[in-house]
């Protein structure tokens, strides 16, 4: 009851402008009120480990990879993106916002005049350059670069309280967490995976990328996953060196495939455990990764059974 009169003094006094007579009580119900209007200060440490403090949840996001754009719309956000890279497709309504650049350039004219209160960067995508031009015109950057599926989670739960989504951005990361939780998987022998990227040159990806911690979480083993760099270009002879029992690749068909048409030398081949991935699902990585998971996990399973 105390805290009813409180609240109904202050109020009182806003519409008045007058003291009322409860005193002393009446400048805790004023600071009551105001405590309660002013949003709270929110503070995140992206993937890279720099910490972001906004003083109230962002109303103005743009998103510099599709990814983050898909976090976004996954944390009830969608609505307050001013501004996505090009090859931001999902969900449907992402395909009409305003596009800020692309891979081959973002414009930071472009990113101030869409006066954003929060941009969503990739740590490896976005140009440096382009993060401290921004810093420095202090419009407050979130770098995501998920490098282990949990940390995929992570990023939604971030991305809800910087828009102001918290329980949204908790329900992502449930889904998410579930999702991985309901598809790990432990084979044994562990098969021997290669996960094609690149064909010519012939190109994986090493061990620092989220698609090789994909492959692990399935129950396989990623080839080359020690390379000392992200994306090692691997050879013919050491491909058959290492024996994989099965190749994976993203892909719109199965195309692809045709590359190895011959190649009966390599078991994958031999026993037709070519698989091909959703290139969105596998590429990116935001809520639908859960989906490559499941292919992944699928492929793996059967190619066992050969």
């Known amino acids: 009851m105390r805290l009813l009169s409180l609240l109904s003094c202050g109020r009182a006094y806003l519409r008045q402008g007058l003291w009322c007579h409860f005193g002393p009580w009446c400048v805790a119900a004023l600071t009551l009120l105001f405590a309660a209007s002013v949003p709270a200060a929110v503070t995140v440490e992206d993937d890279t480990g720099h910490r972001l403090t906004l003083t109230q949840p962002a109303e103005r996001v743009i998103a510099l990879a599709p990814h983050l754009t898909e976090m976004a719309f ?124 690149g064909q010519t040159p012939l190109t994986t990806l090493a061990g620092g990328q989220i698609v090789t911690q994909v492959v692990r979480h399935c129950g396989g083993e990623p080839l080359f996953a020690g390379g000392r760099v992200l994306v090692p270009e691997i050879s013919r002879e050491s491909l058959l060196e290492a024996q994989p029992q099965v190749i994976l690749a993203a892909g719109r068909d199965d195309r692809w495939q045709a590359f190895w048409r011959g190649q009966e030398a390599l078991p994958a081949v031999r026993d037709d455990a070519l698989y091909t991935l959703s290139p969105d699902a596998i590429s990116r990585p935001g809520p639908r990764m859960i989906d490559a998971v499941e292919q992944v996990c699928a492929a793996l399973r059967e190619a066992g059974t050969h």
């Open 74 to 197: 996954a944390v009830d956000a969608g609505a307050q993106l001013v501004g996505v890279i090009d090859g931001s497709d999902y969900p449907p309504a992402a395909r009409s916002i305003k596009r800020i650049g692309n891979y081959r350039g973002i414009p930071l004219e472009a990113i101030v005049a869409s006066q954003p209160d929060l941009v969503l960067a990739w740590a490896s995508g976005t140009p440096d350059a382009l993060v401290e031009q921004l810093t420095r015109l202090d419009i407050p950057v979130y770098r995501s670069e998920p490098r282990r599926l949990p940390q995929v989670a992570d990023d939604l739960r971030a991305i809800g309280r910087l828009t102001g989504h918290v329980k949204a951005g908790e329900l992502a990361a449930e889904r998410f967490e579930q999702g991985l939780a309901a598809t790990a998987q432990t084979l044994t022998p562990a098969p021997r995976v290669f996960y094609q990227l």
